[in-house]
């Protein structure tokens, strides 16, 4: 069978699950967006926050990139940051890395990988802020490991340093900043204890 008709009859086969087990499921999720939750994650393919939380369509407003990095030149995280703060009012934003992250791999090596290689250069800096650290730990695993945790917190830096954070800050809205790692091997978030309120 042709891919992407498979696709398409996976599609239909999920609506009419949904519908049979929530009827009026589509018609009421059309009506309304009001997540309480903005996730930033990677664009792996095998981190989908709204299965990594058990939560349905419509609950998390989502924002993927490779090695879910948020840097002050991408219109496109921060029009997204934006309208999830000042428009769908959301409460949490999730920064959420994963271990095993091919994007910080790739930024530890000594290699070309083309033009994904300046996208690549602020994983780069991660590491250049915290090189003593990082070099100490021979093990190339547990090294890729930790920089995708001070990758997630760093980035968890990035967001609260938004001009639309720190508005939403000054205004008094409720909004707090939480940094996520996920383990593939399980299936488990950890919290890094990098949380970040405003008010």
Not at 92 to 101: M, P, Q, S
């Amino acid at each position: 069978m042709d891919a992407m008709k498979q696709l398409m009859e996976n599609n239909q086969a999920w609506a009419k699950r949904i519908e049979k087990e929530q009827p009026g499921f589509f018609e009421h999720l059309s009506e309304q967006q009001t997540p309480e939750y903005l996730w930033i994650g990677c664009a792996d393919s095998r981190v989908s926050a709204n299965e990594i939380v058990n939560l349905p369509p419509g609950e998390i407003f989502v924002h993927r990139n490779i090695a879910n990095v948020v840097v002050h030149t991408d219109l496109n995280c921060l029009s997204v940051i934006q309208y999830a703060i000042e428009v769908l009012q959301v409460k949490h934003i999730i920064v959420c890395g994963h271990y095993g992250c091919g994007g910080v791999k790739a930024a530890l090596e000594k290699k070309d990988h083309g033009l994904i290689d300046n996208w690549l250069r602020h994983i780069r800096d991660v590491y250049r802020y915290h090189s003593e650290q990082l070099d100490a730990i021979a093990d190339p695993k547990a090294r890729n490991d930790r920089l995708c945790e001070l990758n997630v917190i760093e980035q968890v830096s990035n967001v609260c340093n938004t001009t639309m954070v720190k508005k939403a800050w000054r205004r008094k809205q409720t909004l707090s900043v939480h940094g996520w790692i996920y383990r593939l091997e399980d299936g488990l978030i950890q919290d890094l204890d990098i949380t970040v309120s405003g008010n």
